[in-house]
């Protein structure tokens, strides 16, 4: 991948998608190439028309002859088992590009997982050489929120009738945003949708010199783009004042998730090995002899029990 | 509580949202006074009229005498200290009713904090007498629909505009809902919207006998509101034929979410310490000297560290 595969960096991509047991082994490998490129996060409702700005601003970024990468992250595929995001035919347009690499991303496994496995797809790109990494999500919810965290220039992206979606998310879209795009912004509204996001900004205090800006667009026309685009060089140009402090603080969350990624998967192995130290107890839970929580209660509270389950999940090899 | 205070309802769902240490000494004694009532999840994009919806259902309960809780799960109050809900002005009907009891709940600390409150908030009310529990998220997303999980009969509600939220998150909203709601439907496309449904359903394998329905309402005039509560009872009727597999499952879930829980939150108070077992490890990833991964994997790897983490951890009394 280092070298440049197209088809290696996708089966590393899959290796951390699939949660696969030697993801840290080959972190802490890749991790020594990554050099903290530039990683956007495009979130909003669906039907913003958040694929059609991706589309352009990969143009955009291409232009100036850099390389993207783009993640699609889908938080509906553990439902289905795979990525179901129609929109990417749109993107299509890049498909042949060898600077272009497009991948969708499901969350599989535990509560999390997708924001983990994000931050860590970013890391593979970084290291294999991209020089702009853009994080697209479906829709606009918590876990969304959460994967914009990975991101360090977030745009939101709204159309002229999102008046609902701003009135149920408004703190959340103030506290994520870095950047709000008006999309579709030819259409009745958008004035005044401008002006609505431009109140509740002044009512934000200042984050630091940064005045997150309100850009007007109509992607299915290239309208709009360029401005979107500086704005994002500037925000990006602001970031780079304040980068060893939040590098650092980056790292101290990487390194928590990490650790607590590790321990809940190994307790949740443990728990539900058949003939674990947890296996009656759990079965007594399961047949209704014993409530979930004196269960979880006595598991705790017993030394020699609790002893069992951490010496398996934590000191025996796996 | 269980003598029917509001007052002590409410002190210890804060507790639970809290998530302060003696929640499981708590959620201990409740567990035997509760009885599995029915818990409707009510799901949907912004602007679907959910709360119009919600504050119909209530009625319709009340009609028979039923004392009903609603819990609004506001995922985007992480971001905001409190829950922004403004929609619950419109439940103000009930403001005054002894028989309901509504109140929000945010999402405060670690992934699937939500969906673990809001399992112990329905055992609350069903502990303190209630007969039936709503659970009505903002939007949809993984969050949410992680959050329908603690439902037994989910809503999903949409209008005749939804045809894009249908289109990203069809198979999502295929996995969770027992119940389709298209409301607003006196707004034209209410019919074509409900034969796409019916046309998705039927590409569905039946889940053993039970027919998703969908129903058309106008919430806002009280249309159909009897019917979609009849489905809501029959989908509870069917329930009740495998209620005792199902019970079973959701104790062993349970006992696993709750030992996960407590797994992770005292790992990373642990590691939080400022002089604990962790404390230089964190110190060099933060200061760049160690990467994320090499330091996660040191920690796993040596054993006598690993034994100070998992003794600070679970084995000393804290």
Redesign the interface.
Known sequence: MLSGSRYALARLISTVENRSTDI??L??RI??HVRGIPTLGITG???AGKSTFVDRLIARYRQEGKRVAVIAVD??????GGA????RIRMQSHALDAGVFIRSLG?RG???G??MSTSEVVKLFDAAGFDVVLIET?????????VMEVADTVIVILVPESG??I??????????ADLFVVNKADREGADKIQAELRNMLHLKPATDGWQIPVVLTVASRGQGIDEAFDQIQAHQAWLAASAETR???I??R???A???E???SR??RV??LPEGP?AE??TR????GL???????S??RE?AR??QL?SAA??EPS
Not at 138 to 146: A, H, K, M, P, Y
Not at 291 to 297: I, V
């Open positions: 840290l082994q972190m802490e991790y020594g409702p669906p039907g938080p509906s595929s553990p439902f289905s179901i995001l129609g929109d969350s535990h509560f999390g997708l924001t479906v829709g606009v919810g918590q876990t969304e929120f959460s609902d979606t009135q149920t998310m408004k703190a959340g879209l103030l506290e994520v590098r650092a603080e790292r101290r990487d390194f928590q990490i650790v607590l590790e321990v809940g307790i949740l728990i539900d947890v107890l759990q839970v399961r047949d209704g409530n979930p929580y004196s269960a979880a209660l598991l705790f030394p609790l002893s951490v934590f000191l």
